[in-house]
Nanobody, 115 residues
């Protein structure tokens, strides 16, 4: 099982980044997918979640209207489009796959929002 995040980096406030998470080793289309983030000194926080078919999506209040989660089950990939980024969005972003008692995590990708 492998989840590999990419697309992080340094961006100025107000800018955009697009994160990807490529999955392998399990039946991606049967798993709900989530994006979490963890800022220095803070607990890991659920940012966005999408069900296996992409029909149910949820966001933490702080990113509603700015972030968009999506998935392509033909490519075994989940995405997080982040717009209007703020310094407080700075964190390591992790994708996670969830189904019943199974929960897989990627290694994370750093997002830094700074001028």
């Amino acid at each position: 099982v492998q989840l590999v995040e990419s697309g992080g980096g340094l961006v100025q406030p107000g800018g955009s980044l697009s994160l990807s998470c490529a999955a392998s080793g399990f039946t991606f289309s049967r798993y709900g997918m989530t994006w979490y983030r963890q800022a220095p000194g803070k607990e890991r926080e659920l940012v966005a979640a999408i069900d296996s078919a992409g029909g149910s999506i949820n966001y933490v209040d702080s990113v509603k209207g700015r972030f968009t989660i999506s998935r392509d089950n033909t490519k075994n990939t989940v995405y997080l489009q982040m717009n209007s980024l703020k310094p407080e969005d700075t964190a390591i972003y992790y994708c996670s796959a969830i189904r019943r008692e199974f929960n897989y995590w990627g290694q994370g990708t750093q997002v830094t929002v700074s001028s």
